[in-house]
């Protein structure tokens, strides 16, 4: 086990519903900073008792947050880098495909730029504890 593929989190100081990533990790190519803040994956309320907001995806939400963050217009690159990487932490294909047809059809970069900036996602807070 590669102790950084893996993330370590705090919850944030300023926005209770939001974590911050403690220590760095990558992921391949993608390399997500110490101090970027996530709040895991984005499922409606309605299905949270079916699907935890976290889970063995935790990682991969986090790589597609800060990919999406980061303002590209590879939308569908994106997508398919967080179904890449959810397999390869251990995600169930079914749930795989599943988290990744969800993105895919009701995923809005623009909105997700929007709420990011709302919420604090596109800081990166290093020196927050």
Known sequence: MNADRYATLKRHP?????????????????????????????????????????????????????????????????????????????VQEWKAKLFYYAVRLFGNQRRSQRDFKRHGLLKVYPNAY
């Open 14 to 90: 300023f926005h209770p519903h939001l974590w911050v990533v403690w220590h760095e990790f990558t992921w391949r190519t993608v390399h997500v900073p110490q101090g970027f803040p996530t709040d895991f994956a984005s499922i409606p309320k309605l299905l949270q008792w079916l699907f935890s907001t976290y889970g063995h995806y935790l990682e991969a939400t986090i790589i597609h947050d800060y990919l999406y963050a980061q303002g590209s217009q590879n939308r569908k690159l994106h997508d398919q880098i967080f179904l890449e990487a959810m397999r390869d932490y251990g």
